[in-house]
Structure formats: structure tokens, C-alpha cells
């Protein structure tokens, strides 16, 4: 697909765009929801979270054989990925800067009296950053001048957060604040990461990814919760893995 007006960066541009408009349209559509209908939308948007998660990672670990049997793969990777990831994340604590950051956009944004901001931002922010295609479609916006992976993410973020923000608030929102940084830098970094980024470590990536946006689909239905953002040195160490 030929672009006439490219520049790198485009596709995260595009994406960033797409998040906030989705989630403008959600927060004036939830104005006009009761709050049973925004909790049947959280429980809706949390089972898809998970069912998601869990059908990525499956169709990672498991295959069939030429004889009709299955072959599992994957264990070891994922405990090493996420014990080692989880130990990192936890000493770093990037869960706390995460909600720190939460609470200065709140306060900036003038939204001090919404207690659901945080957790909002927190959620959807994680939800739309975790996966292959923010890290591989920012990679491709940069060297080889195509944002059609980050296009088509595009339009399921904007999707994913017209509904959060429908349920959980307007925080959901300024988490096209965090995909603007995250995809941004690794576009700005791409010609580093492209090396790494073999089929091995893609496959590993997707793998633990999955497992993450599982986590996220268990807060968004259970008070319990995981620190998902603690987690997200797994996918570093994913990528290394074997």
C-alpha cells in the first residue's frame, strides 16, 4: 500500500487518534447508559479480554502433530519469562510509575473527583500497548515505510476503548497518551530492535503477551488485582528466550 503523505511516526499518529476519538465517542455514549448497562459492558469487554488472551497464548503453546497428536510447548518460557519479567517489574515497580503518572494526568486534566481515573487509564493503557502488533507495526512504520499493521490495530483500539471508557470512565482515554510514548520510541529505536525481532522471539513475544492481556481481563472482571504493569519485563525477556 503506497502512502502519499508518509512520514515515520504515521501509523502511531493515526493510532493515538483513533484511541481518542473512540474513547470521546464512549464517554458521551456512557453519559447516557445506566449503571447496570456500564457494569454489563465491563463484564462484556472483561470476558473478551480474557477469552482473547487465553485463545493467543493456546494457539502458541499447542499444535498438532502429522499423527493427530498434540504438542505442547512453551512451559519453560513462560515461567522463566514471567519470573524473571514479574522480578524485574516488581524491583523497578513500574506498576506504581504507571499509577503515579495516572494520578499527575488526572490532576493536570482537572479530573481530581473521579476516583475510577486511574485504574481507567492504567487498564486501557496496558490493554492497547501490550501485543506483537504495537512492537512489530511500529518497527515496520519506521524501516520499511508501511503503518498498515498499526492502521488495522487502529481501528480495534478504537473499538476496545470506545467501550472502556463506556464502563470504567474517562480515563481510558489518555492511555492513547502512553501508546504516543511506547510506540513512539520504538519507532525512534527501530533500527536497534528490528535485529531481535527473529520469528523465535516473535512467537515469544505473543506467548507471554497473551498471558498479560489474560492478567488484564482478570482485573477488569475481578477486585483482586494483578499487577499487570509489573509484568512487562516478561516480554524483554520473551524476546531473549532461547
Same mark, same amino acid.
Given at each position: 500500500? =503506497?502512502?502519499?503523505?508518509?512520514?515515520?511516526?504515521?501509523?502511531?499518529?493515526? =493510532?493515538?487518534?483513533?484511541? $481518542?476519538?473512540?474513547?470521546?465517542?464512549?464517554?458521551?455514549?456512557?453519559?447516557?447508559?445506566?449503571?447496570?448497562?456500564?457494569?454489563?459492558?465491563?463484564?462484556?469487554?472483561? /470476558?473478551?479480554?480474557? $477469552?482473547?488472551? %487465553?485463545?493467543?497464548?493456546?494457539?502458541?503453546?499447542?499444535?498438532?502433530?502429522?499423527?493427530?497428536?498434540?504438542?505442547?510447548?512453551?512451559?519453560?518460557? #513462560?515461567?522463566?519469562?514471567?519470573?524473571?519479567?514479574?522480578l524485574i517489574g516488581e524491583i523497578i515497580d513500574i506498576d506504581k !510509575? $504507571?499509577?503515579?503518572?495516572?494520578?499527575? #494526568?488526572?490532576?493536570?486534566?482537572?479530573?481530581?473527583?473521579?476516583? !475510577?481515573? /486511574?485504574?481507567?487509564?492504567?487498564?486501557?493503557? #496496558?490493554?492497547?500497548?501490550?501485543?506483537? &502488533?504495537?512492537?512489530?507495526?511500529?518497527? =515496520?512504520?519506521r524501516l520499511f515505510h508501511d503503518p498498515t499493521i498499526l492502521i488495522? !490495530?487502529?481501528?480495534?483500539?478504537?473499538?476496545?476503548?470506545?467501550?472502556?471508557?463506556?464502563?470504567?470512565?474517562?480515563?481510558?482515554?489518555?492511555?492513547?497518551?502512553? /501508546?504516543?510514548?511506547?510506540?513512539?520510541?520504538?519507532? #525512534?529505536?527501530?533500527?536497534?530492535?528490528?535485529? $531481535?525481532?527473529t520469528e523465535i522471539a516473535l512467537k515469544n513475544l505473543s506467548c507471554?503477551? =497473551? /498471558?498479560?492481556?489474560?492478567?488484564?481481563?482478570?482485573? %477488569? &472482571?475481578?477486585?483482586?488485582?494483578?499487577?499487570?504493569?509489573?509484568?512487562?519485563?516478561?516480554?524483554?525477556?520473551?524476546?531473549?528466550?532461547?
Open positions: 500500500m =503506497n502512502f502519499d503523505f508518509y512520514f515515520p511516526g504515521i501509523g502511531t499518529l493515526i =493510532n493515538v487518534a483513533a484511541i $481518542f476519538f473512540g474513547g470521546v465517542f464512549g464517554l458521551f455514549g456512557g453519559k447516557f447508559l445506566t449503571e447496570k448497562i456500564r457494569q454489563t459492558l465491563q463484564i462484556s469487554c472483561a /470476558v473478551t479480554v480474557i $477469552f482473547l488472551g %487465553l485463545s493467543g497464548t493456546l494457539s502458541k503453546m499447542f499444535s498438532i502433530k502429522p499423527d493427530g497428536t498434540i504438542k505442547t510447548d512453551g512451559e519453560i518460557l #513462560l515461567i522463566v519469562s514471567l519470573i524473571v519479567g514479574g !510509575k $504507571f499509577e503515579n503518572f495516572g494520578e499527575w #494526568l488526572k490532576k493536570k486534566s482537572g479530573n481530581d473527583g473521579d476516583k !475510577k481515573f /486511574v485504574d481507567a487509564f492504567v487498564t486501557a493503557s #496496558l490493554t492497547v500497548c501490550i501485543g506483537a &502488533m504495537a512492537i512489530i507495526g511500529a518497527i =515496520n512504520d488495522a !490495530k487502529s481501528a480495534l483500539d478504537a473499538v476496545i476503548i470506545l467501550v472502556m471508557t463506556s464502563s470504567l470512565g474517562k480515563g481510558s482515554i489518555f492511555s492513547c497518551i502512553s /501508546v504516543g510514548i511506547f510506540q513512539g520510541a520504538i519507532t #525512534l529505536f527501530a533500527g536497534f530492535i528490528e535485529p $531481535f525481532m507471554v503477551g =497473551n /498471558v498479560l492481556i489474560f492478567c488484564i481481563g482478570i482485573n %477488569l &472482571m475481578f477486585e483482586n488485582k494483578i499487577r499487570a504493569a509489573n509484568l512487562l519485563p516478561a516480554l524483554v525477556v520473551a524476546c531473549l528466550f532461547g
